[in-house]
């Protein structure tokens, strides 16, 4: 079967977080981190930072839909961000660090709303889900010390105290999901 690449672009705070996370994932072609959602043209890291520009941080995942399709994806979004706290993921807070879901078609945009509603009525979280569902307009790749850095960085204290127990949870919630190269030996 042919490969049928796909995007899913997310944000889930911290680009470095999710970036890792679906690195990781069977069926993943591509990650790259960037700015979504605002409307600054060309945005830099330290615009987006201070919080005017509007945009998130977020993820452009291609994926091949033969492998994992993007209800999946959403799954996996759901168990490794807080989506109850608004303009924040851990300690990182600010508009740039909201989670989102910004669509790439009316197919996409149908699949999150269930896909958001299915959480909600799981009862996974007590508080209420508050991650935007918004159509995808731009996306505008990051720096390029900020691709692929949790790789490159794991010893970095970030990337230790708060992406290693995401890589943990994710290696224990979706195992089967994982590639084969991330899961210990």
Not at 157 to 185: A, F, H, Q, R, T
């Amino acid at each position: 079967m042919e490969k049928q690449p796909q995007l899913a672009t997310l944000a889930g705070g911290c680009f470095w977080c999710t970036e890792a996370i679906f690195q990781r994932i069977k069926g993943v072609l591509s990650v790259v981190s960037g700015y979504a959602g605002g409307k600054t043209e060309n945005p830099t890291y330290e615009a987006v930072s201070s919080g005017s520009t509007g945009h998130a941080e977020a993820v452009q995942v291609t994926f091949d839909k033969t492998i994992i399709s993007y209800e999946k994806l959403l799954d996996i979004f759901w168990h490794l961000v807080d989506p109850t706290t608004l303009n924040r993921q851990g300690a990182d807070t600010g508009t740039q660090y909201r989670s989102a879901i910004l669509y790439h078609s009316e197919e996409q945009k149908r699949i999150a709303i269930e896909s958001k509603e299915k959480t909600e009525n799981s009862g996974m979280y007590k508080n209420p889900i508050v991650t935007e569902i918004i159509p995808f307009t731009k996306f505008y790749k990051a720096e390029e010390y900020h691709q692929n850095f949790y790789n490159a960085n794991q010893n970095y204290g970030y990337c230790s105290l708060v992406i290693n127990p995401k890589i943990e949870k994710l290696i224990e919630l979706y195992n089967k999901d994982v590639k084969e190269e991330y899961l210990p030996s």
